[in-house]
């Protein structure tokens, strides 16, 4: 890819927002309020806006590989805690997506450099699961399904923060499981009952 062409499509792109809407980057310029949080993947497949068919200033985005939320990742827990507590977000995504080369890397048997510790917690998410997924026979299915589980486990992870469940108790933030199929192109919601899995371990993750 030519950047100059990058350049060109910039200014056509302004060009065409300017004879819809003189004053479209004037009111960018106003600042945001987005409802929704997309925490998904950096895999160049997946455009979080496009894909739900939104804009700019409708939803607030972090993306990382296997659109994982870890506890000690400053990035993604400055994000969250920015959405939720200043941005007052109504709703948190966590979207994977089918085919995620993240999912199969952590699967691998081989050293991956600075990506080791990234991955291991996928292959956690994969160990904590081994049993229902050994069973699936068919590799891309198995991978399919961990890549489900990764979500599950993700969402898992932004309950257990003290942001989350303060917005939860006072303004009824919802948390979401989603999964893009890139070979249809379909948003699929993997409606997690939150309540069935977490009940019997909010003893120890819930924050007063």
């Not at 004879?19 to 309020?33: A, C, I, R, T, W």
């Not at 972090?62 to 920015?82: E, G, K, P």
């Amino acid at each position: 890819m030519d950047l100059d062409t990058v350049f060109a499509n910039n200014e056509l792109w302004i060009k065409n927002k300017m004879s819809d809407n003189p004053n479209y980057f004037e009111n960018l310029g106003l600042g945001q309020n987005p409802e929704l949080l997309f925490i998904g993947c950096s895999d160049s497949r997946v455009t979080a806006e496009e894909l739900m068919g939104l804009g700019p200033g409708d939803v607030f985005v972090h993306r990382n590989i296997a659109n994982m939320v870890i506890s000690i990742d400053l990035n993604v827990m400055s994000v969250v805690n920015y959405a939720v507590d200043h941005l007052k977000v109504k709703n948190i995504v966590v979207c994977g997506h089918y085919a995620c080369g993240g999912v199969k890397a952590a699967m691998q048997s081989a050293d991956l450099g600075i990506l080791n510790p990234w991955l291991r917690n996928i292959r956690d998410v994969y160990r904590m699961h081994r049993k229902k997924l050994n069973a699936i026979e068919d590799e891309e299915k198995r991978y399919d399904r961990l890549v489900e589980l990764n979500v599950q486990e993700q969402c898992f992870n932004l309950i257990k923060t003290a942001a989350v469940q303060k917005a939860n108790r006072d303004r009824g933030l919802k948390v979401h499981g989603w999964v893009f199929d890139v070979h249809t192109g379909k948003l699929i919601d993997l409606k997690i009952d939150f309540n069935k899995y977490l009940n019997d371990i909010m003893e120890i993750y819930h924050l007063d």
